[in-house]
């Protein structure tokens, strides 16, 4: 159990252009997801922690405008990155949190690979 | 504020030999925990291990035990018999609350690249 899946894997796009990224929890409910960023042969960097039907808490630094989270429902989060730039080229990786006994445990999803030409 | 500090960039061991992978880190909550991850090429985080900051004991799960020593603030991280399969990057990993105090987070530090050479 405790599965985590992220769409796209990976995708290309121009310039200027806008990419949702989904995460799923699959096989649970969570009622936080968390979004993390990683440049190459760089750390995890938390961008934004969602919980489920409120606004998302960006971390210092992290432009709301530009990085959109929306948390629909217990197992869907959406991240989506406006008029991208090379810049915004990195691996976005999300988690879901699920409480279990008395571990707050995050599962991450496979990463998204994003590239702006 | 909450700091993972992991001081080796890069570890190299043989095959079936141990290996200790470095973390400390610093807090002012009370309670707290520490998890360890894996990083394959593939980009995907693979739990590993967790210790609470309560638990007397040192976490261990099959060829992974975490050297808890709360006094040193330091929580290593011990891989057994090393494969070659253990050849990845190793992020040592903090929850604790965010500055709102409504949410736990995990605060990531550098991570170490472990080579087995066979």
């Known amino acids: 159990g405790a599965v985590v899946s992220q769409h796209p894997s990976r995708v290309i796009c121009k310039s200027g252009t806008s990419v949702k990224i989904e995460c799923r929890s699959l096989?649970?409910?969570?009622?936080?997801m968390f979004w993390y960023r990683q440049f190459p042969k760089q750390s995890l960097m938390l961008m934004a922690t969602s919980n489920e039907g409120s606004k998302a808490t960006y971390e210092q630094g992290v432009e709301k405008d530009k990085f959109l989270i929306n948390h629909a429902s217990l197992t869907l989060s959406t991240l989506t990155v406006t008029s991208a730039h090379p810049e915004d080229s990195s691996f976005y990786i999300c988690s879901a949190s699920r409480f279990s006994g008395s571990v707050d445990e995050q599962f991450f999803g496979p990463g998204t690979r994003l590239t702006v030409l | 504020a909450q700091k993972i500090t992991q001081t080796q960039p890069g570890m190299f061991v043989q095959e079936k030999e141990a290996v200790t992978l470095d973390c400390t880190y610093d807090?002012?909550?009370?309670?707290?925990?520490l998890f360890w991850y894996k990083q394959p090429s593939s980009g995907e985080m693979i739990f590993l291990i967790y210790q609470g900051s309560y638990d007397e004991q040192n976490a261990t799960e099959g060829r992974y035990s975490l050297n808890f020593q709360k006094a040193r603030k330091s929580a290593n991280l011990v891989i057994s018999a090393s494969q070659l399969g253990d050849s990845a990057m190793y992020f040592c990993a903090m929850r604790g609350r965010d500055s709102g105090g409504s949410n736990y987070k995990l605060t990531f530090g550098k991570g170490t690249l472990l080579t087995v050479n066979p």
């Open positions: 096989d649970f409910q969570a009622t936080t």
């Open positions: 807090t002012s909550d009370q309670s707290y925990g």
